[in-house]
């Protein structure tokens, strides 16, 4: 049992796109980021430039961690790369030439000119280009939660949804062109399991095809050897999608996973991206089995895109009552006296010690009644009386009203951390 609606199959969309499968409308983001005290905004920083409070940090800590964790079982390893580089960089890549309206001026600095980047993806070419590669190496992961900057303008603006700062849950497989298929899938099935344990789905699934202009890096025949790979991949899982022209990357079309927001407004959450140009831009190379030198493929894929829109998306979901792992407080203790307040937080060290996010809910607040409605978002509240501080126990509620039998301090814990450990939406185990 859950308070939130998991999904049975979270890789499938929402059915037809159904408004009962929405956010609710009164969970608006922005209201409630702000209530919950989870962000906020300052002229004086700017607009689209969202500051974290200390919960809404914690619950961007936990997701961040969480991302971190199954790209680690999945194969990736992690990297730093500067949110700064040389015009040149976005020169050869591409970006100057087709994204520069999206992109911040350029700064001069000792007679060069730098720009803050607007994507991860050519720092992360260098980084494979950085030394020699062997066909052994491939399928190589390299994966970052890195921060870039984006010149939006100010009446597109909106909470975490649409900023100028964005820390993104970035990745980049560089892989010969057979083994493309298999990664595009994997990253599907590792954004299936996050969507999963985070509680959303997918609103639908869309085929980011180029359209007309010159916005469009002119390879036709890449293009096409692109797009089919990703036609294959939604195919072979029996994924349903809609092609979509105008809606590809400049260098390649790609997998966009949609959501829909309170008001049933689509954005892309997810992305899964095929890309010939930058290995021939970046002149990437690896040495196959043949002993001759070939060029891989570039595989860019998200599982949570922006963590901004992730956050903003996640408070419309739960309406603030997070999963209990993402939650940034998960426990609250409550003794009904001062009489029991030293139990409360020798309790609540033992909670710290084992890495849970817990407080003590202080007599002096008011009555239990009252207390217990003033954290009514915690997952776990335990309760400690006369009787539970003398045989050292404590008497859980969960979120959802239930109230589970009086247990010793320690089990409960135990219990509560194999919970969190499972990264789920259900609040107890049966």
Known sequence: MSDSVAPKNPM?????GDAADRPDPRHDHRRLGRELGLFDTDPLIGAGLPYWLPDGAAVRHALEEYIRAAERRAGYRHV???????RELYEISGHWSHYSDDMFPPMDLGG??????PSLCPHHALIYRSRSRSYRELPLRMAELGGMYRAELSGVLGGLTRVRSIQLND????????????????????IGRAYEALGIRPARYRLSLPGPGGKYVAAPELWRRSAALLTEVLDGLGLPYEAAEGEA????????????????RESTLSTVQVDFHQPEQFGLEYVGADGAKHRPVMVHRSI???VERAVAHLIEVHGGAFPAWLAP????????TDAELPHAEAFVADCLDRGLRAEVALPEAGSLGARIRAVRLVPYQAVIGAKEAADDRVS???RDGRRLDPRPADRALSEITAVLAGHGTALWGS
Do not use: W
């Not at 060069?112 to 980047?117: D, I, K, P, S």
């Not at 990357?249 to 049933?264: L, M, N, R």
């Open 12 to 16: 499938n969309p929402m059915p037809g």
């Open 80 to 86: 730093y790369s500067p949110v700064l580089g040389k």
């Open 112 to 117: 060069e000119q730098v720009l803050l980047r």
């Open 171 to 190: 990745a980049h497989i560089f892989c010969t062109l057979g083994q493309v298929a298999d990664e595009a899938r994997g990253a599907l099935e590792l």
């Open 249 to 264: 990357a400049f260098y390649g079309p790609k997998i966009d996973v949609q959501i829909a927001d309170a008001a049933g």
């Open 304 to 306: 949570v895109g922006s």
């Open 329 to 336: 407080v998960q426990l609250v203790a409550l003794p009904v």
């Open 396 to 398: 859980l509620r969960l």
